[in-house]
Structure formats: structure tokens, C-alpha cells
């Protein structure tokens, strides 16, 4: 009976050894050791990650500008390339879209012929068509501009002063125009509240608001050009009221 204690403690002694170095657990019983092995739960594999896509970046226009002759030339920060879908499209402040064609174009500009800017006067340019930075994606560019530097052929002749309160400039030739809209400053910058009050091919009335004996204002119409013109442009003349 000593023996078989004395056994069962040597075997209780090494069950406890096997638990301190294996991950396995054993547990001794009667007649023997019974071995329990314990798992670790398998951690789940990662999901691969799916691939986000990256919106193409739109190349930069850089200058804008108008020329007499009816031409927009487009200018870019980077050479770029053009798809067989290109094509441009010019909106003005109330989204109207302006008849317009490229007539020109390189890697680093575009001349688009325009028909009906004025001079001063804001519009957007939609150009479809184009590469992406970076990317075999077409992208859509966009750019604001002011309609500047364009210059029209009507000339102004004599002004008369009314009764110091209308300027009526009349013109050389038959004059057109289109949103024409007015801007007056005085001898030393000042702007003057002006209005049209009326106009015809062969004149234009303006009244001028607090206008003085003496002094000298400059008055500028923008939206008007001649016959032949293709866009309107801007005149100015300087009165002196006596």
C-alpha cells in the first residue's frame, strides 16, 4: 500500500512538471496519466485590403485671355494631352452657354474662336478631354475668367453735356451692343453713380449723378462693337462740363 502512494505521488510530481514546460495539461488518475492538450484559437486571416479608387487630379490652367480678333487662348501650368473627345465649352454668369470652337491647340495651349464676350464681363471655360496628372483617366477642367484686353473698332466722336446731368457720346459709326453697362470717374479717380438712359447705333445717352461745372469725368461703356466685330469691347471718352 506505501508503494502504490508512493507512486502516485511520483506521478502526481511529474504531471505537475509537464504542465510547467509543455502547453500541454496532464492530470493524474488512477492506474495512469491522462493527457489533456489545449489549443489556441486561431486568429482569423486579415481581409485583404480592396483597392480604393483615387480620383484623377485635373491639370491647372494657367492664363486666360481674350483677343480682339475673337480668340481665347488657354494656357497650362504643365504640358498635357488631349483625348478625341476634346472640347470646350464657355458659360457666362447665368450659365448661357456662348458659341465657341477650338481652333487651335498644343500641349501647352488652347485657342478656342468665341463669338459675343464683353469686355469685362465674367465667364467660365469647361474643357473636356483631357488627361489627367498622372492618369490615363479623362478629366473635366474648369477655369473662371474675366473677359480683358479686347479692344473694339467703334470710335466715339463729339459729347455733349445736358443740362449737367446727361453726357450723349455719339458715335462715328453704327455701334451694336450687348449687356452694355457703364462706369464714370472724375479728375481725381473717383467713381460716379451713371446709368444709360438710352441707346441707338448712332448714340448713347448717360446720366451722371452730382455732376460740377468745371469738372472733367471719364466715362467708359463696355458691350458694344461694330458691325463686323465678332466681340464687344469697350469705348472711352473724357467730357468737361462747361
Known sequence: MKKRNLKGIAAAALAMSMVATTPAMAFAQE???????????????KKPET?????????????????SAGKLNISFKQKVTYTDGLRAVIFDEEGKEIASK???????????????????????VEIEGILGKDSTEAVVVKKAFTAKGMKTQSKVGKATVESKKFVVLKMQSAAYYKDATVSVADSNGNACDAKIVKKAKGNIKVQIAGMKKGNTYTITINGVKTKNEKNFGSITKTVTVK
Do not use: H
Open 31 to 45: 492506474g495512469g496519466l491522462t493527457e489533456v492538450t489545449a489549443y489556441t484559437a486561431a486568429k482569423p486571416d
Open 51 to 67: 483597392d480604393k479608387k483615387v480620383k484623377p487630379k485635373a491639370q491647372e490652367v494657367g492664363k486666360v485671355t481674350c483677343t
Open 102 to 124: 477650338i481652333s487651335k491647340k498644343n500641349k501647352s495651349l488652347l485657342t478656342v474662336s468665341v463669338s459675343g464676350l464683353v469686355q469685362g464681363q465674367k465667364y467660365t
